[in-house]
Each structure stands twice: as structure tokens, then as C-alpha cells.
């Protein structure tokens, strides 16, 4: 079982930054081998924001945050991060992290909902 708790949504105007955080605890590494970021508006379906494949170190992103925000971790304080420069009115939604065992690249980059088993209860970023 994996825990993972967001926080870091705040209401901001476009152009500000906001760095999300995800304390993941319960974890094994196969359980966190991916970890990502979605988010989803009111009326919309969830989408794959940002992922990270930890053992490889490879990152994901939607093209529409691709050089605005960026994945990170911090091993020691077992914690998930999404740095979000220039946000803009679009990128308002509740943001979710995930993890799963994904065991391929090729499933990894995809970032569908259902290859993670394990969600946070999400946190809110409004941008006006």
C-alpha cells in the first residue's frame, strides 16, 4: 500500500510559480517504480501531466507544460515535486500524484490513468 499526500495548490495569477509537493510513504521501490503527476478540470477527464520513471531517471511531460513545469524527487524526505513556472489560466485543475509499477518505458510515457494503482486526494490550483 502506498500513501501519498499532495500539497502546494494555492490560487495565483498567470505567470506565477507554484511548486507541488507528494509525501509518498508505504512504498517498495517496484510500487513507486513510476511516478506522475495528472490533473483534471471540472468537465474533464484526467490527464498525465509529468512522469517520472525513478530508476532511469527519465521524465514525461504533456506537451502543453513542456518547459514550464518540471519533475523532480527528493530521496531523503521521500517526496515528489512539480515545479510550475508561467502558469496560465488553462492549467487551472486539481492536481494528483500517482504511482505505479509500470515495468516498460513504453507504458511510462503514455501516462494513463490506469497503469497507477496508488493516488493522492489532490490538490488545488486555481490560475487566473
Known amino acids: 500500500h502506498v500513501q501519498l499526500v499532495e500539497s502546494g495548490g494555492a490560487s495565483v495569477q498567470a505567470g506565477e510559480s507554484l511548486r507541488l509537493s507528494c509525501v509518498v510513504s508505504g512504498h517498495t521501490a517496484t510500487t513507486r517504480r513510476c511516478m506522475a503527476w495528472f490533473r483534471q478540470a471540472p468537465g474533464k477527464e484526467r490527464e498525465g501531466v509529468a512522469g517520472?520513471?525513478?530508476?532511469?531517471?527519465?521524465?514525461t511531460y504533456a506537451d502543453s507544460v513542456k518547459g514550464r513545469f518540471t519533475i523532480s524527487q527528493d530521496h531523503a524526505k521521500s517526496t515528489l515535486y512539480l515545479q510550475m513556472n508561467s502558469l496560465k489560466p488553462e492549467d487551472t485543475a486539481m492536481y494528483y500524484c500517482?504511482?505505479?509499477?509500470?515495468?516498460?518505458?513504453?507504458?511510462?510515457?503514455?501516462?494513463?490513468?490506469?497503469?497507477?494503482?496508488?493516488w493522492g486526494q489532490g490538490t488545488q490550483v486555481t490560475v487566473s
Open positions: 500517482a504511482a505505479g509499477p509500470i515495468a516498460t518505458f513504453a507504458e511510462f510515457i503514455l501516462m494513463r490513468v490506469g497503469d497507477f494503482n496508488s
Open positions: 517520472l520513471y525513478t530508476g532511469a531517471g527519465v521524465t
